[in-house]
């Protein structure tokens, strides 16, 4: 899948927050380039981040990566939320006064999906959608995502496709002390056996020879092509960390592989 570059869009009108997630994220109608109508956007704030805006730097980073690795997400956007309309949210809600007006300037947003559905817990993958689970397992462990678990898959489909979102957990181990100087063992990793996935892909056969061939042949400029999106007011360390991650991962792949295939076995 082609690597998307990242959309700017301006929030223009406040629909709502979302009653549920962690970082209270809010659904504003947006204008973008080349569209003449509002398009909504899922928009998680600065002002919500409960650890600081390297979790935005994590969803860019994520949605650039998934799209490397031909993963379906909703299109995702740098929101620009004004002095105004954040004034005017705050006087509309204010128990969120103090996060929206912490957000006046560059924010993360995924374009809603009217027509997607929520993954259903407990959910088996279809025949049809079994590479898709495969790639999704795969990448999920690549970039220790913790958060898409049996009881809170973060998924959707639309017809037959899986859309994955929702990545401000994504490299945790950023925070692992001590930190595990060999990432690509995941073998004996908890955050496995709760991925959504794991029981419906035990003993199965696991197509992730494309997701690992694009693992082995990473390209050393794609983080020097993200940092330029990052905001200047974002938390550019977490960037660091990832690109120190992936260059690992990358450089041990096979490893990584033969860990992902015994766990499952």
Known sequence: ???????????NVFHRFMRTGR?????????????????DYLVKTMGGCDFGTGQLVRELAAAHLADYFGLAHPKHALVEIGHDLANLVASQEPEKAGAIQQSVGTNFGSEMLNNLVTWPIDRKPSASQHSQACAIFAFDMLIRNPDRKFDNPNLGVVGDQIFIFDHEL????????????????????????????????RHQILEVDEFFERLADFPSDFFQKLSTEIPANWDGSALTFIETHLAVMAE?????????LRRLA
Request: glycine letters at 6%; aromatic letters at 12%.
């Open 1 to 11: 899948m082609e690597r998307r570059l990242t959309t700017h869009v301006v929030a």
């Open 252 to 260: 041990h792949s096979e490893q990584f592989s033969v860990e992902l």
């Open 23 to 39: 970082t209270g994220p809010a659904i504003f109608g947006c204008s973008r380039p080349g569209c003449g109508e509002d398009v």
């Open 170 to 201: 994504a490299f945790s181990s950023q925070y692992e002390f001590p930190r595990n100087p060999e990432p690509w063992r995941v073998a004996n990793d908890d955050s496995c056996t709760k991925h959504v996935f794991f029981n419906q892909l």
